[in-house]
C-alpha cells in the first residue's frame, strides 16, 4: 500500500431517462438556491405576515414575492412562486419543530432516503435523543419501509453507532441523517416474496462483507506493529512516492494503516459502483486519518484524495445536500495537494520529473467543487471551475491509438495512460518512461526485500536470547536497528521487555512457585553464579536459561531489588495441574484461522499492485459530467436570454 492512495472510478450518467430526471432536479436545485440566497439578501421571514397569515396559510403577498424573483431570474412565475412556497412551508415546519423542542424536548431530525424511494417531501422524523442508534434505527426501518438490519444511517458524516445514545453521539435536534441501503434494489422487485428473500441474502452478505472488511484490517494493522516473515505471512507496508518504506511513529502507525486500508477497500467499492457500501468505509478512514498529525497529512495526498471520494460518493448516491460541508472537504483537498506538491507543483516535479498524472486529481477537484457550486445556486463560479476541469480534460486526454501502439510493446493500458500522461503523449518517451519506472520499482524492491531478510534475522537472533517478538522488534526500533544496542537496551530495562510482569494472575504465580528444573540449575552454576542467585533469576524468568544467564552477568551475578519476587512468590509450593479449559477451542482454532485469512485475502484482493492507480482514468465519465453541468448553466442563460427577447 502506498501514502500515495486513493482514486475512485467513476460512472456516467447514463440512459435518457435518468439524465432528463437527474436535469430537472439540478435545475430545481439551482432555482432554490438562487432563491434562498434572495430571500437572505432580502430579509424576507417567509413564515411571518405578509406572506403567511395566522393560520399558517399562504399570503397574497407571495405572489408578488414571486413576480418580482421571477422577473430578477428571467424565469417561469409559477415555477419560482411553486418553489418559494416550498421554501415558507419547510421554514414553518422548522419552526414548529423548534417549539416542539424547547417545550418537550423531542427532536426533529431530517431523514435523506435512497433515491429511488425520494419524493419532493420532506421527510422529518420525532424522536427523543436519549433513545440509542438502534432505536433510532428500527423508527427509520418502521416509518419507511426498510428491513432493520439491512440499513445503515449516517449523521454528521459518521456511521451511527447502535449501542450509544443519540446524545453521546452528538445528534441534537434539526440534525440531517442519511439512509444507507446494503443492496441495490429495484422497485418491482419489492413486490414478490422470492424477490424479497433474496433480497434480505444480499443484504446479508453485504453486512458480513463489511465485517470481514473490518477484521481484515484489524489484522492486517496488528501485523504492521509485529515482526512476521514477508514471505510467509501477508501485511501492509506503507512506501513513500518512490516505492520506498518510511518509517512512522509507532502511535500513528496503526491509525495511519487503518485509513488507508479503509480508504482502498472504499475505492474497491466505487469502482463496482457499490456507492451505499463504499460511503462507510470512506467515512471510516477519515476518521482514522483524523488521529494522525497535521504534518503527516501535509506531506502527503492521501487525505486529500479521501476528501474527493467522500464528496463524490455522496454525489453519486444523489445526498450532496446531506453533506453540510462539501465546500469545506474541497477545500481542505486544495489545500493538502498544494501543501503535499508545492506551489505549481514545483515539490512533486522535484521528486517525479512531471506533474501530468497528477492533474487528474486537480481536474475531479475542479469538477465537484463546480457541481456544489451550481447546486448552491452559483452560476458564475460553477461555470468558471467546471471550465477549469474542460481545460485540463483537453490537456490530459490521449489518443486511444498511442494506448495501442504501447499496448502493442508489451505494457497496459493503465501503464500507458499514465506513462502518456507523464510524457505529454509522446509515444517514444513513454514507452522509456515505463521501462525506466519498472527498473526502479524492481530495484526497489529487491532493496526492500533484503532489508526485511536482515531485520527479521535481526529479530530471530534476539529471539534465540529467549525475548519476545515484540521486545525484540521494539528494542532494535529504538536502536536504529543495531542489533548490539538492541541487546545493551534489553539488558538495562528487563522489567519493560520480559512479557511477564511480577505481579501475574494466581495460574502464573503458581508457575513462578515451581523449582526450577536441576538441569538449569547446574547449567548456570557451572558458569559460576551464586546458587541462591541462580535459583531467583530462574524463578523470575520462569526457567529461562539465557534470560536469567544475560541478567545475572550483566548485574555482576546479583538480581536487581527490583526483579526480585515477594516471599509469596518465591515460596515452594506443589504445581498446578493444567485446567481442563487449556485445550478448550482448539477444535475450533482451523476454522478461525480460515476465517482470518479469508478476511485478509479479500483486503488484499482490492489493494492495486501499481502504486499510481488512483491517477488512472480514460476520463471517459468525468467529459460526460462536466458536459452536463455546463449544458445546466447554458440553459440558464438561455433562459435569461429568451426572457429579455
Known sequence: MKTNGGHCRIRALGGSLRTRRWRRMAQKKYLQAKLTQFLREDKIQLWKPP????????????????KRYSEKLDCCENEVEKIIEEIRCKAIERGTGNETYKT?????????????????????????LHITGRELRSKIAETYGFQENYIKIVINKKLLQLGKSLEEQGVAHNVKAMVLELRQAEEDARNSCQAEE???????????????????????????????????????????????????????????T????????????LKRKEYGIALPCLLDADRYFCECSRELLDTVDNYAVLQLDIVWCYFR????????????????????????????????????????????????????????????????????HLNKALQLFKELHIDPSKVHSLMQLGFSPQEARLALRACDGDVDHAAIHISNRREELAKIRKEER?????????????RLLGYSAHAARHALHQAGWNLDEALKILL?????????????????????????????????????????????ALRVFRGNVQLAAQILAHHGGRLPPDLQLSEDDSSSTPSTSPSPSDSAGTSSASTDDDMDTEAVNEILEDIPEHEEDYLDSTLEDEEIIIAEYLSYIESVKSAATDAKQ
Open 492 to 536: 538495562r530495562n528487563p522489567l519493560n521487555w520480559w512479557p511477564y510482569g511480577l505481579h501475574d494472575s494466581a495460574p502464573e504465580r503458581a508457575s513462578r512457585r515451581e523449582r526450577p528444573s536441576q538441569e538449569a540449575l547446574d547449567q548456570l552454576v557451572y558458569m559460576g553464579f551464586e546458587p541462591e542467585a541462580v535459583e531467583a
Open 258 to 269: 487503518l485509513a488507508m486500508g479503509y480508504h482502498e477497500k472504499g475505492r474497491a467499492f
Open 104 to 128: 418537550t424536548g423531542i427532536a426533529t431530525i431530517e431523514v435523506f432516503l435512497p433515491s429511488r424511494l425520494r419524493k419532493d417531501k420532506k421527510n422529518l422524523l420525532e424522536t427523543q
Open 317 to 384: 448516491l444523489e445526498q450532496l445536500e446531506c453533506l453540510d460541508d462539501a465546500e469545506k472537504k474541497l477545500n481542505l483537498a486544495q489545500k493538502c495537494l498544494k501543501n503535499c506538491y508545492g506551489e505549481n507543483h514545483q515539490r512533486l516535479v522535484h521528486i517525479k520529473g512531471n506533474c501530468g498524472k497528477e492533474k487528474v486529481l486537480f481536474l475531479r477537484l475542479y469538477m465537484l467543487q463546480g457541481i456544489r457550486n451550481y447546486h448552491s445556486g452559483n452560476g458564475e463560479e460553477a461555470s468558471e
Open 51 to 66: 406572506y403567511t397569515d395566522e393560520n399558517k396559510e399562504v399570503g397574497l403577498a407571495l405572489k408578488d414575492l414571486a
Open 198 to 256: 433474496e433480497t434480505q441474502t444480499e443484504a446479508e452478505l453485504t453486512e458480513r462483507r463489511i465485517q470481514r472488511t473490518k477484521k481484515g484490517l484489524e489484522i492486517l494493522a496488528k501485523r504492521a506493529e509485529m515482526v512476521v516473515d514477508p514471505e510467509t505471512t501477508p501485511y501492509l507496508d506503507i512506501a513513500n512516492q518512490t516505492g520506498r518504506s518510511i518509517q512512522i511513529p509507532p502511535a500513528e502507525k496503526k491509525a495511519l
Open 450 to 462: 533484503e532489508k526485511k531478510k536482515r531485520r527479521t534475522e535481526d529479530v530471530n537472533s534476539l
